[in-house]
C-alpha cells in the first residue's frame, strides 16, 4: 500500500503561483510514473503533468510553459510548480502513482483562481 499526501493547494489570483506537494510513503525508486490530474465540477479527470522513473516529464497542452512537474528523492516528494494561473485552471488536483503495476492516489487538494 503506498500513501500519498497532497498539500498546498489554495485561492489565487489570475497570474499567480502555487506549488502543490505530493508525499509519498515509499521510495521515489520504487515509483514507476507519478502524474497530476485536475478534476473542474463537471468535467473528467484529466492528466495534467506526469514523470516517470526516469525523469522524463510530459504535460497538457494547456499547461506547457506554466506547469512543471519535478521531484526530490530524500523528501519523497513530487511538485507541480503552477505559474501563471488562469482561472481555468480551478479545480482539485491529485497526485496519483504506479508502482508494481497498482495504481495509488492522494485525497486531492482544491486549486482555486480567481479575482
Known amino acids: 500500500q503506498v500513501r500519498l499526501v497532497e498539500s498546498g493547494g489554495g485561492l489565487v489570483q489570475p497570474g499567480g503561483s502555487l506549488r502543490l506537494s505530493c508525499s509519498a510513503s515509499v521510495s521515489i525508486h520504487d515509483i514507476n510514473t507519478m502524474g497530476w490530474y485536475r478534476q473542474a465540477p463537471g468535467k473528467q479527470r484529466e492528466l495534467v503533468a506526469g514523470?516517470?522513473?526516469?525523469?522524463?516529464?510530459n504535460y497538457a497542452d494547456s499547461v506547457k510553459g506554466r506547469f512543471t512537474v519535478s521531484r526530490d528523492f530524500a523528501d519523497k516528494t513530487f511538485y507541480l510548480q503552477m505559474n501563471s494561473l488562469k482561472p481555468e485552471d480551478t479545480a482539485v488536483y491529485y497526485c496519483?502513482?504506479?508502482?508494481?503495476?497498482?495504481?495509488?492516489w492522494g485525497q486531492g487538494t482544491q486549486v482555486t483562481v480567481s479575482s
Open positions: 496519483s502513482v504506479n508502482v508494481q503495476l497498482m495504481s495509488f
Open positions: 514523470i516517470n522513473r526516469y525523469g522524463n516529464t
